[in-house]
């Protein structure tokens, strides 16, 4: 199996030259490392010089989705492993997944558990980020379970799904983890073969509050789907959760723009789903 790997970045020289380290350590090496630069104004373009056999792209700071998508598209391999820039790849990652995916050569897309750090310890990952093999659809709706340097995706999936949607500011990586886990089966490699560090204030997950504001977006994307209507109602009850979490927070702040717009939006979608209780009720 080749596999093209795809790395994002922005203003992180330093973890940067960490995640390559890890990629240049496996023991099941891919055939090409592309690096996108989003635009950075530190040193990061010097990277070349420490990793001269990468593929480097430079582009206007257009974001983490814009990046992976030119990566992806510059990418020559049928497999594409994504991995950002401050996480790492541990040793054996690419092996264990390639020996996942040869012995079942009918899932086109695959990930592994993960080990966090913060602020140089190893804390426990929330139990809502529970990893799970398979028909995983449900389990991805709440949050996003996957994290992208977890993923290895083969070529023919991304060209059936779609890319990364580049009108998302974040969340992007829930959005097509839904789009693929709605229609295909995603393998599970149930080991620890990546580290997430947090804590850093440049991270997107630190920079944007109210991530449900994002995730709704995704999910009103798949009722739009009309490939999707057997899922609509487990669709909208997560909807209808995340709108209500959303109107709770906005009487709280008192964001009067916010609370009639959420309120609007809870009254559509719990009449959609009363008009799909009423259809299942009849053809009972």
């Known amino acids: 199996m080749d596999i ?10 330093e973890t940067l030259k960490r ?15 592309i690096i996108v630069d989003d635009g950075s104004t530190d040193n990061t373009s010097e990277i070349q010089t420490f990793f001269s056999q990468i593929q480097y792209f430079y ?17 020559t391999c049928e497999w594409i492993a994504f991995l950002d820039s401050d996480d790492t790849w541990h040793e054996d990652k690419l092996k264990e997944q390639v020996a996942f995916h040869q012995q079942n050569p009918t899932i086109q897309m695959s990930y592994t558990d993960e080990l966090w750090i913060r602020d140089g310890r190893i804390i426990n990952v929330p139990k809502k980020f529970s990893k799970y093999g ?13 994290a992208p340097s977890a993923t290895l995706i083969h070529r023919n999936l991304l060209d059936k799904i779609g890319l990364f949607d580049e009108a998302l500011e ?10 693929v886990s709605c229609e295909h ?8 073969l990546i580290t997430k560090y947090g804590g850093d204030t440049d991270q997107l997950s630190m920079k944007y509050w109210g991530m449900d504001r994002f995730r709704v977006i995704a999910l009103e994307k798949l009722l739009e789907n009309g490939k999707n209507e057997k899922k609509s109602s487990v669709i909208l009850t997560t909807l209808l959760r995340k709108y209500a979490l959303l109107l709770q927070g906005a009487k709280k702040h008192n964001k ?7 309120s609007q939006k809870i009254s559509y979608y719990q009449a959609l789903f009363n008009n799909i209780f009423r259809k299942t009720l009849k053809y009972c």
């Open 170 to 179: 974040v969340c992007e990586d829930y959005d097509l983890w839904l789009r």
């Open 134 to 146: 398979g028909e995983i659809f449900e389990h991805c709706l709440s949050h996003c379970i996957i």
């Open 185 to 192: 089966s995603i393998g599970l490699v149930d080991k620890k």
């Open 59 to 75: 582009q206007e700071n257009s974001g983490v989705s814009s990046a992976r998508n030119l990566g992806i598209q510059n990418a």
């Open 19 to 33: 995640a390559l380290t890890s990629i240049y350590s496996q023991s099941y090496m891919p055939k090409e490392v």
């Open 256 to 262: 009067v723009v916010e609370i009639e717009m959420y």
């Open 4 to 13: 093209s790997v795809v790395i994002p970045t922005y203003n992180r020289f």
